[in-house]
């Protein structure tokens, strides 16, 4: 029993020890994974700091750009606005200017249109007196003509009795333009009893081919053909500055033309056609009145 006991005495210490160099070494290990925890958390703090920083920079960087960025935005912006604004100023002005010439021009036209109305009003007024004036002068003719015409009429009573007396033959046929004509002479004998009727102009002719013109009244004639046999003949007449032929013409047939400033017209008539050769007379109308 006793050796029993002092084995376990000797056996005691050895375990001791070894409980001991585990607990030393399990201190070991824990001092050596604070120290590790230790450098590990300051190395963690140490990169954290740095992060910070950099991450502060960076924001500051990336404050500083987005600020010069939005400054450079506002600044484009307000040139833009100053640009517009000149380019309304400037188009305003122009506007401004543009109004203000037309304007001036519009007053201009306007006083001339003005002076321009009253011109005419004058010149109406005047044209207006004018035709007063005429008007008066148109009745005092109308009386004379009225006068003149019961003055005729007296003469054609008076004249009757001659072409009874005379026994002249005349007569009334249709023109070559259709119109009635007055009376016709067929001879010298009803050419003087139409002259002395006295309603129109006669001028007797005799015209040849070997002349070139015949000036006969206030018209030229020119013989162009003459046909003894059928008793035609062509004639051309220059009235007004205007070259009217009248072709294939019978005797006793009254060539017809119109003359300015004549209702009733011209009558050409030839009593007689020989070779070359045709003889008759122009009527012309007494009063001349402008046809309308």
Known sequence: MDNNQHERHNDAPGGDRRIITVLVVGL??????????????????????QMRESTQAQITKIGDATTALLEQRLEAL???????????????????????????????????QQQQVATEI??????????????????????????????VKSDIASTQST??????????????????????ATNSKDLVALRALGERNYFEFNLTKSQSTKKVGDVTLTLKKSDPKRNRYS???????KRVEKKDRTVNEPVQLYVAENRQPYEIVVNQVKKDEVIGYLSTPKVKISRR
Not at 80 to 109: H, P
């Open 28 to 49: 070991v290990l824990a001092l050596v994974g604070n120290v590790y925890l230790l450098v590990r958390a300051t190395q963690l703090n140490h990169d954290i700091a």
């Open 78 to 112: 307000n040139e833009q606005m100053r640009g517009a604004t000149d380019a309304a100023n400037a188009v305003a002005k122009q506007a401004r200017s543009e109004t203000q010439r037309q304007s001036v021009q519009f007053s201009r036209k306007l006083e001339q």
């Open 122 to 151: 004058t010149q109406l007024k005047d044209a207006t007196t004018t035709a007063n004036s005429k008007l008066s002068e148109v009745s005092t003719d109308v009386n004379g003509v009225k006068t003149d015409v019961n003055s």
């Open 163 to 184: 072409l009874d007396k005379t026994g002249a033959e005349l007569k009334r046929v249709v023109g070559d333009m259709g119109v009635m004509s007055g009376l016709i």
């Open 235 to 241: 004639v051309e007449v220059m009235a007004d500055d």
